[in-house]
């Protein structure tokens, strides 16, 4: 194996352990929600993530040139988007439906890299679009055709992982990617605690329960992915980051079903098989036709 495929493997593996991480932490913030606010809960989060990102690579954020600065705190602040969007909702849906609707990042990549270069991705994308879709209506309307607040939420926060993850392939080249990392990490504590500040009391008491899952989120959650994310897309593409990040939708809902007792009914199971098949479809077709 030459040195650019070794690469691009460790990548994949690294943004692979994100997917895991995150889908995990999907479901340590819905039991932790119960006893703090959302807003407050990402402002703490991100106070104690960009500690803990500037402890090892500060030297190195501070001596990135300052276009570079402004455009990590910007690229953090569409990421935080995300995370504020997708706490609010996990007060109306289940983890397992909040990671598996995120997870059709892995369709929308692609999507906007034909929009930006005009070349048209494939067949195998379209269909894998079509699948998607259909699994994501099937989570998110009711038997009235109405749909749940949580899950609409679910749907905005995807969007923001797809705008990240394309925002990160642009800067991440030619840019120190652990400083970058900081950089984001300081945007969106910024943004994160404008919004708590703005719209919700400060906590009077915290749970040493929901400390836990504070720390938790920060470190392994938050600042530990951002750093593994941004430097994996420095040797992989935004494509294979979308397509392994979308199996943290699997590992949500098992956790989810596990660990809080989420239901797996026949809805769920069928909606979520939908997803996966869009996923498998963009990610295995092309491997497939090249053999």
Same mark, same amino acid.
């Given at each position: 194996?030459?040195?650019?495929?070794?690469?691009?493997?460790?990548?994949?593996?690294?943004?692979?352990?994100?997917?895991?991480?995150?889908?995990?932490?999907?479901?340590?913030?819905?039991?932790?929600?119960?006893?703090?606010?959302?807003?407050?809960?990402?402002?703490?989060?991100?106070?104690?993530?960009?500690?803990?990102?500037?402890?090892?690579?500060?030297?190195?954020?501070?001596?990135? !040139?300052?276009? #570079?600065? @402004? /455009?990590?705190?910007?690229?953090?602040? =569409?990421?935080?988007? $995300?995370?504020?969007?997708? %706490?609010?909702?996990?007060?109306?849906?289940?983890?397992?439906?909040?990671?598996?609707?995120?997870?059709?990042?892995?369709?929308?990549?692609?999507?906007?890299?034909?929009?930006?270069?005009?070349?048209?991705?494939?067949?195998?994308?379209?269909?894998?679009?079509?699948?998607?879709?259909?699994?994501?209506?099937?989570?998110?309307?009711?038997?009235?055709?109405?749909?749940?607040?949580?899950?609409?939420?679910?749907?905005?926060?995807?969007?923001?992982?797809?705008?990240?993850?394309?925002?990160?392939?642009?800067?991440?080249?030619?840019?120190?990617?652990?400083?970058?990392?900081?950089?984001?990490?300081?945007?969106?504590?910024?943004?994160?605690?404008?919004?708590?500040?703005?719209?919700? !009391?400060?906590? #009077?008491? @915290? /749970?040493?329960?929901?400390?836990?899952? =504070?720390?938790?989120? $920060?470190?392994?959650?938050? %600042?530990?992915?951002?750093?593994?994310?941004?430097?994996?897309?420095?040797?992989?593409?935004?494509?294979?980051?979308?397509?392994?990040?979308?199996?943290?939708?699997?590992?949500?809902?098992?956790?989810?079903?596990?660990?809080?007792?989420?239901?797996?009914?026949?809805?769920?199971?069928?909606?979520?098989?939908?997803?996966?098949?869009?996923?498998?479809?963009?990610?295995?077709?092309?491997?497939?036709?090249?053999?």
């Amino acid at each position: 194996m030459d040195k650019k495929r070794r690469n691009m493997f460790l990548g994949d593996l690294a943004v692979l352990v994100v997917a895991f991480i995150w889908g995990a932490t999907n479901v340590i913030m819905r039991d932790a929600l119960t006893g703090i606010t959302p807003f407050w809960f990402c402002a703490l989060r991100f106070s104690i993530g960009l500690a803990a990102v500037a402890l090892f690579f500060g030297r190195r954020a501070l001596a990135m !040139p300052r276009k #570079a600065k @402004i /455009s990590g705190a910007a690229v953090g602040m =569409v990421f935080i988007c $995300a995370y504020l969007v997708g %706490a609010v909702a996990l007060l109306y849906t289940t983890a397992g439906n909040q990671s598996f609707i995120i997870s059709m990042s892995v369709v929308f990549v692609p999507l906007t890299v034909w929009i930006i270069s005009r070349k048209f991705p494939g067949w195998h994308v379209a269909a894998g679009v079509f699948l998607c879709t259909a699994g994501m209506a099937g989570l998110m309307l009711d038997s009235s055709f109405s749909v749940n607040i949580g899950d609409a939420l679910c749907f905005a926060a995807m969007l923001f992982v797809t705008a990240h993850i394309m925002l990160v392939q642009k800067y991440v080249n030619g840019a120190d990617p652990c400083g970058l990392a900081c950089w984001q990490a300081l945007g969106g504590l910024v943004l994160a605690a404008a919004f708590a500040f703005a719209f919700e !009391p400060f906590p #009077a008491e @915290i /749970s040493a329960k929901t400390w836990l899952a =504070v720390i938790y989120s $920060a470190t392994i959650g938050f %600042a530990l992915t951002l750093v593994l994310q941004t430097v994996a897309q420095k040797y992989t593409n935004a494509t294979h980051t979308a397509i392994l990040l979308s199996t943290s939708g699997i590992f949500g809902s098992l956790l989810g079903v596990i660990f809080l007792g989420e239901p797996m009914t026949l809805k769920i199971f069928t909606a979520s098989a939908l997803i996966l098949a869009g996923v498998l479809t963009v990610e295995a077709l092309p491997a497939l036709m090249k053999k």
